[in-house]
C-alpha cells in the first residue's frame, strides 16, 4: 500500500508555513481597485506551529487566516494563528502534544485525541466570523478585521456538538444549516440549523451504516442534502489506531435528503454510482420534464478518489498521500418521486474548491467559479475557470507562469442584483519570487484577468477555503 501514497511533502515552496504573524497597510496596488468593495477576504490555512513530530499530512497543521481589508480603494494585511485550545497547550509544552493523522493514535481516547486546529473553513454568520474543522469540533470566532481569536463559541449555550467545516448560510431567513461528524462512535452524523439570531433551533442525530468522511452538504430552499459516499475510514485499522480510508467502487453513493428541520426518520436516502466528493457547488429544487418534483446538485466528483496503481503511472494526477485528487464539476438530477438519480458530467477539466454567488445558495443559480487543477503531483490550482452550467459555456483565466492560485471567491457587487455582477478575488502565488498578492477579477469578464492586483507584504501558502465578510455587515455588532 505504501507505493500507492504520495511521500511529496506538503511542508516546502509553496506549502511552506510561515513563521510570523506581522500587519501592512497601504499596500501597492496595480490595476484599480473599485472603491466600492469594503470588506475583508480570509483564508484559512493549516500553517504548523511546531515541526511535525511524526509524519505530516497537509490537512495537520494549525489554523492560520491571512486577510486582507479593502475599503476605498485601499488595502491591509494582516495574518493569525486561530489561538485554539491544542494551539496553546502546545505552545505552554513547547512542542507538539498531539500527532497527524498519519500517524498512530490511541484508539481509546475518541475525539478527545484530535487537536481542533480550526485550520479548514471560514463562514461569516450573524455578524460573526468563525474558523471550522474538517472534523468537527467547536467553531472558533475571530474578530473583525483583526482577525484576533476571541474564543470558541457555543451560541448562548445551544450547541450540544460540534461544527465542521462547510456548513451553508441560507441567503433568506439568514440560517446556518450545519453538521457534524464523528469517526469514533455512533452516531456518526449530526446535524443542526442555527437561527440567524444565533441560537440552534433544531437537531438531528443521522445514523450512518459507518463512519464517513463527510465534507459537505448542499441546501435547496426546503431540504438538507447529505452525501454518504463509499469512501470510508476503515473501521478495522481505527480500531488499531491508524486512519486509513477505503472505496469501494461497488457500493452506492447515497444521498439523504432531509426537510430542514425534518427529523432523523424523514430523510430519505437515493443512490447513484460511486465517487466521492469533496465540495458541492449548489443544489435547488425544480420539476423535471415528467412533472415530478426533483433536486438538482452540483459538484466536483472524483470518480476514483483512492490510488490502485502507483503514482509514477499517473504523475500529472495529484495525490494527497492516500487521496487521489482528480474531480470534475458534474450535476446530478433526484427525481422525488421515482427515486432515480441520474448524472452527467459538465466538463472534462479537472477542478476543485468551487464557489459561486452566496445570495442564490439554495435556489437555481447558473454560474460558479472554479480554481483549475495543475496537473502535477500535488494538489495547486493554475487558473480559474467560470461555468455557466445553464447554457454549458464557460470562460478560463490562467495566473501565468510559476504562479498558482487559491479558492476563487464569488463577492457581490455592492447594489449589484444580477447573479454574475460581482467580483472574484483569490490569493495568487508566483512560485520563482516567493510573493504573493490578492487577485481581484470582474466575475462578468474573467478571462480578461485581474482588474487590481494588490501586493502583499509576504508569501500565503496554499491554503484551504477563502471567504468574504463584507464591510457593511460588520457594523452594528458589538
Ligand atoms: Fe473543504
Not at 490511541?106 to 487537536?115: F, I, L, Q, V
Not at 448542499?218 to 442534502?225: G, K, L, N, P, S
Not at 477539466?349 to 487543477?373: A, C, I, K, N, Q
Not at 474573467?446 to 460588520?474: C, T, Y
Request: glycine share 10%; with cysteine.
Amino acid at each position: 500500500m505504501r507505493a500507492l501514497t504520495n511521500p511529496v511533502s506538503y511542508l516546502d515552496g509553496v506549502y511552506a508555513p510561515v513563521a510570523d504573524e506581522i500587519e501592512a497597510d497601504d499596500l501597492p496596488i496595480v490595476g484599480e481597485l473599485p472603491p466600492e468593495i469594503a470588506g475583508v477576504f480570509v483564508q484559512n490555512n493549516p500553517n504548523p506551529r511546531f515541526p511535525p513530530g511524526g509524519a505530516y499530512h497537509w490537512f495537520d497543521g494549525d489554523g492560520m487566516v491571512h486577510g486582507v481589508y479593502l475599503r476605498d480603494g485601499r488595502a491591509s494585511y494582516r495574518n493569525r494563528y486561530v489561538r485554539t485550545l491544542g494551539l496553546a497547550r502546545d505552545e505552554a509544552a513547547g512542542q507538539p502534544l498531539t500527532r497527524g493523522i498519519l500517524e498512530p493514535f490511541d484508539p481509546a481516547r475518541s475525539a478527545e485525541a484530535d487537536k481542533n486546529t480550526a485550520n479548514t473553513d471560514l463562514v461569516w454568520h450573524g455578524g460573526r466570523l468563525m474558523a471550522l474543522w474538517w472534523l468537527g469540533g467547536q467553531p472558533y470566532e475571530l474578530s473583525v478585521p483583526d482577525l484576533a481569536t476571541l474564543g470558541t463559541v457555543d451560541f448562548g449555550g445551544t450547541l450540544d456538538c460540534g461544527v465542521a467545516a462547510h456548513p451553508k448560510v441560507d441567503p433568506v431567513t439568514g440560517e446556518l444549516i450545519f453538521f457534524d461528524y464523528d469517526v469514533y462512535a455512533a452516531p456518526h452524523l449530526r446535524y443542526g440549523v442555527l437561527s440567524a439570531d444565533g441560537r440552534v433551533t433544531h437537531r438531528a442525530d443521522i445514523e450512518l451504516p459507518g463512519p464517513r468522511l463527510l465534507h459537505d452538504i448542499a441546501i435547496t430552499e426546503r431540504y438538507t442534502v447529505f452525501l454518504d459516499l463509499p469512501m470510508t475510514w476503515d473501521t478495522e485499522r481505527l480500531r488499531h489506531g491508524k486512519r486509513r480510508v477505503r472505496f469501494d467502487a461497488d457500493a452506492p453513493t447515497r444521498f439523504g435528503v432531509l426537510p430542514r428541520h425534518g427529523g432523523a426518520d424523514a430523510i430519505r436516502w437515493f443512490e447513484a454510482p460511486a465517487c466521492y466528493v469533496y465540495h458541492t457547488v449548489n443544489a435547488y429544487e425544480a420539476v423535471n420534464a415528467a412533472g415530478h418534483a426533483e433536486i438538482v446538485l452540483t459538484a466536483c466528483r472524483i470518480d476514483n478518489p483512492v490510488p490502485t496503481v502507483p503514482h509514477a503511472e499517473e504523475p500529472l494526477i495529484p495525490r494527497l498521500y492516500f487521496l487521489r485528487l482528480h474531480p470534475f464539476f458534474y450535476r446530478w438530477r433526484i427525481d422525488l418521486q421515482t427515486g432515480a438519480v441520474t448524472g452527467e458530467p459538465l466538463d472534462d477539466v479537472p477542478t476543485e474548491f468551487p464557489r459561486m454567488d452566496p445570495r442564490r445558495l439554495g435556489r437555481r443559480s447558473r454560474y460558479s467559479y472554479h480554481p483549475r487543477v495543475a496537473p502535477g503531483p500535488t494538489l495547486l490550482f493554475d487558473g480559474v475557470i467560470k461555468y455557466d452550467a445553464d447554457a454549458g459555456g464557460s470562460e478560463a483565466h490562467t495566473w501565468g507562469d510559476g504562479c498558482v492560485g487559491g479558492e476563487t471567491v464569488f463577492v457581490p457587487r455592492d447594489g449589484g442584483e444580477a447573479e454574475d455582477d460581482g467580483y472574484v478575488m483569490t490569493y495568487v502565488t508566483d512560485r520563482r519570487a516567493d510573493t504573493s498578492e490578492l487577485v481581484v477579477l470582474d466575475a462578468r469578464a474573467v478571462a480578461n484577468g485581474p482588474i487590481a492586483r494588490v501586493r502583499l507584504p509576504r508569501r500565503v501558502p496554499f491554503g484551504f477555503h477563502a471567504h468574504w465578510a463584507p464591510h457593511a455587515s460588520q457594523e452594528g455588532r458589538t
